[in-house]
């Protein structure tokens, strides 16, 4: 099965394992902001149970209200919450395209949730996006169809409260210039300033918030999500007269259980949730894998192994272009010519930043920005590998424009949003723009760690960046600025899991999943490698991983796959998984000049 053209404007970036200051602002792209205005998202009031209603044409819209501290519930970690309770709550955001038959019919097989990754990422937008094309990846005609529910993860663009810590866009945007301003994190003098930032920039988040963004509490919404959604199926069968489901989750009396797919940080999630609750999973499909220990441990050394193989990759596909690729030169006899011209320009730019104009401002060009031009660019290889050429070969003769014209790079758009100040509306109602994912990004990684990490001072920081600058000559520079946003993060979350992660072999019983997690991941990976999805398979019992032989970020996003869309189906359809290790051939490459990918964009 052949999944069709998506839409990527609205989740694409969503993807990127993030750094807390380069975020997802494409998100507030033209459409992202006409989805907020689309649907006046202010009109539900939160309930604690599931109401929805009607939006965006095909989709129905809710805001489930759950409690801020699930700490402070009893019966946090079963089932068997049902708030009314008039504590401080959080309102969840959900965007569910339904099924294509009532959910009386027999083939009515229960919602699907999905999670983008980031963390920060936005599940409505993801679900705006694709949940069409998730949809008809997983039903099978006649025999199981699934809702799509994309929700945003508590302090994510629709749920409130926000997790945001400027008040204004303007103050927020002056930060970020003054980040990427600032020298190299590999100087003494870079790293005490911008360890000295991150600090200051967690005094300006609100605690009462941000102590509630745990991974762990998400994964309790999740659970919530389900319980809910399987009340309201229940009440349409009771006023149907009708029993029967096809349902992996919950039929027979039993508790009904997740179905869910997972990217990127969404793997994390993932398994917080199965680890937590296993006998409430019903299918898991997890695709680009965090590993677990490592992320909660703020190390962050599992993630960039294989980043410079990674980037070998781009500079090989360069090479066999010849000449068209701008970045080869006619005397090159290897990729490693062109991987020496960029390095050169990496460690000059790194000692000397270079002062440069563009679009009436001057900006100060940094390694920091080099190196995280060809990080954001390295998650989708056939959509940025002509970009990508094209920049840095331009910026070989110091023409930086297109890097700092790139919104992913810069973590914000100067020259609209700075001047266009958001209409001040009620902290209660869902946000228009999220222009904040930074900040929530922030609060999600760095209170998922704050239990183990130890103390995240000066010399702390110092160890790190030296760690993670040795796993990649190219991208270190610029993966150092997510675990540098802890620097003497401040807020521990109350109700936080940080392991023991796995789970046991399914056994029809109600403590195991109903079937095992299917683990999906590409071959050469720069931000999840593909060792993170072994390491993962060996804590969840009869889990296997299927591997896409391909470069990029996650196997259903990085390329296409007949083979893997097979083994999708089977899966969520029988709860099979394939023979761990298996290996699916790409449909698409890479290519420079840039060839269209049918079924990508
Ligand atoms: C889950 O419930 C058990 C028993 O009620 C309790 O001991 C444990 O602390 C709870 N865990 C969390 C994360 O609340
Ligand atoms: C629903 O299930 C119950 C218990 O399994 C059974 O007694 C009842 O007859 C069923 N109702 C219908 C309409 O199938
Ligand atoms: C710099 O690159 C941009 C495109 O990225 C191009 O439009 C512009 O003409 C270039 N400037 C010079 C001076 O070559
Ligand atoms: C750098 O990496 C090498 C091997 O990849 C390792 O032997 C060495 O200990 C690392 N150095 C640091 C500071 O992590
Ligand atoms: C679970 O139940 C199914 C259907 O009854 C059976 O085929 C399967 O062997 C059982 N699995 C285990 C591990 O007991
Ligand atoms: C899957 O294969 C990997 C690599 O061979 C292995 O380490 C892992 O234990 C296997 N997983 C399971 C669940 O057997």
């Known amino acids: 099965m052949r999944l069709p053209a998506p839409s990527w404007t609205f989740w694409s970036t969503a993807l990127l394992f993030t750094t807390p200051t380069t975020a997802f602002l494409p998100l507030r792209t033209r459409q992202a902001e ?4 689309a649907f006046d998202w202010a009109s539900i009031t939160p309930t604690p149970d599931l109401q929805y209603h009607p939006c965006y044409d095909t989709f129905q819209c809710a805001r489930l209200r759950v409690p801020l501290d699930w700490s402070k519930e009893a019966g946090s970690n079963a089932s068997s919450f049902s708030s009314s309770s008039p504590g401080p709550y959080a309102a969840i955001a959900i965007v569910t395209l339904p099924a294509t038959v009532p959910v009386t019919d027999p083939a009515y097989a229960g919602p699907i949730l999905i999670n983008p990754g980031g963390p ?4 409505t937008d993801m679900a705006l996006g694709l949940a069409t094309v998730m949809q008809g990846l997983v039903d099978v005609p006649g025999v199981r169809h699934y809702d799509l529910l994309g929700f945003d993860p508590r302090g994510v663009r629709l749920s409130t409260p926000s997790g945001s810590c400027y008040a204004s866009q303007f103050n927020r945007a002056m930060d970020a210039v003054a980040l990427r301003g600032m020298p190299t994190a590999l100087s003494e003098q870079g790293l005490q300033m911008r360890f000295g930032m991150n600090r200051a920039v967690g005094e300006l988040c609100d605690g009462d918030v ?11 919404d999740m659970l919530e999500i389900v319980d809910r959604s399987h009340e309201l ?3 349409a069968k009771g006023a149907a007269g009708s029993n029967s489901t096809a349902s992996a989750c919950g039929g027979n009396g039993e508790k009904p259980r997740l179905q869910y797919m997972g990217f990127s940080y969404g793997t994390f999630l993932g398994n917080t949730f199965a680890s937590m609750f296993p006998g409430r999973v019903g299918r898991m499909l997890v695709d680009g894998v965090v590993d677990g220990a490592d992320y909660t441990a703020g190390t962050w050394e599992k993630n960039i192994g ?8 781009f500079y090989r596909t360069c090479f066999d272009s010849e000449a068209s690729c701008p970045l080869r030169q006619s005397s090159d006899t290897s990729f490693t010519d062109i991987r020496t011209r960029v390095d050169a320009l990496l460690s000059s730019l790194r000692e000397a ?19 995280e031009k060809i990080r954001t660019s390295l998650y989708a ?17 110091g023409n930086f424009s297109s890097i700092l014209a790139d919104q992913v790079v810069m973590g914000f758009d100067l020259p609209s949003s700075v001047c266009t100040e958001s209409s001040a509306s009620d902290p209660a109602d869902p946000p228009q723009e999220y222009n904040f994912a930074s900040e929530v990004s922030r609060g999600i990684i760095c209170g998922d760690s704050q239990a ?19 796993q990649s000559s190219t991208i270190g520079e610029a993966w150092t600025n997510i675990p540098l946003a802890c620097a003497d993060w401040p807020f521990t979350p109350p109700y936080a899991f940080a392991g023991p992660f796995g789970s046991k072999a399914p056994d029809n019983s109600s403590n195991t999943p109903a079937a095992p997690l299917l683990i999906l991941s590409t071959k050469t990976d720069h931000a999840t490698p593909l060792e993170n999805a072994y390491s993962l398979s060996r804590l969840h019992e009869g889990s296997s991983v299927a591997m896409v032989d391909a470069v990029g970020h996650c196997a259903l996003l990085a390329t296409t796959s007949s083979c893997i869309y097979g083994i999708v189906q089977e899966y969520f359809h029988t709860g099979k998984v394939p023979v761990n290790g298996t290996v699916c051939e790409a449909e698409c490459v890479p290519e420079i000049p840039f060839k269209a990918c049918p079924g990508l964009p």
């Open 34 to 37: 006409d989805i907020a205005a």
């Open 120 to 123: 920060a990422g936005s599940g």
């Open 306 to 313: 294989d980043a410079d193989a990674s980037v070998d990759i």
């Open 210 to 220: 941000f102590r509630h963004l745990s991974t762990a509490s998400v994964a309790r």
């Open 381 to 397: 290889p056939i959509q940025n590998y002509e970009p990508l050429a094209i920049s840095l070969a331009e910026a070989l003769v």
């Open 353 to 371: 930043p270079v002062m440069t104009v563009y679009n009436d401002r001057v900006y100060t060009m940094t390694s920091y920005l080099l190196g």
């Open 233 to 235: 199926v229940v009440k």
């Open 452 to 470: 183990s990490a130890g103390e995240r001072d000066l010399a702390w920081a110092a160890d790190t960046v030296a760690r993670i600058t040795n």
